[in-house]
């Protein structure tokens, strides 16, 4: 089955980390670039970071220096470190690759909040 299944959002503190992951299935996850995305309550989902299939990354603005996008191709995973949480990156975080499929997870919900 063709998928993009991800996990690891939750509830954290100003200030704190989580680690996102999206697993990929079906697909040949190794030649394909994949991003992460996010959908705040009440806005557009916007960019935040993507990485190339040879390893290249880039990020929006408001998360460089804090969030750091990584993939592991044997284990068909992109993953997005985030650090120094601010209550703003309170989103639904969607992972997004495939190429022309383009494909989409369901989403995690990470709210960050004292």
């Known amino acids: 089955q063709v998928q993009l299944v991800e996990s690891g959002g939750g509830l954290v503190q100003p200030g704190g980390s989580l680690r996102l992951s999206c697993v990929a299935s079906?697909?040949?996850?190794?030649?394909?670039?994949m991003g992460w995305y996010r959908q705040a309550p009440g806005k557009q989902r916007e960019f935040v970071a993507y990485i190339t299939s040879a390893g290249s990354t880039n990020y929006t603005d408001s998360v460089k220096g804090r969030f750091t996008i990584s993939r592991d191709n044997a284990k068909n995973t992109v993953y997005l470190q985030m650090n120094s949480l601010k209550p703003e990156d309170t989103a639904v975080y969607y992972c997004n690759g495939g190429g022309a499929m383009n494909l989409w997870g369901k989403g995690t919900l990470v709210t960050v909040s004292s």
């Open positions: 079906g697909i040949m996850f190794r030649i394909y670039a």
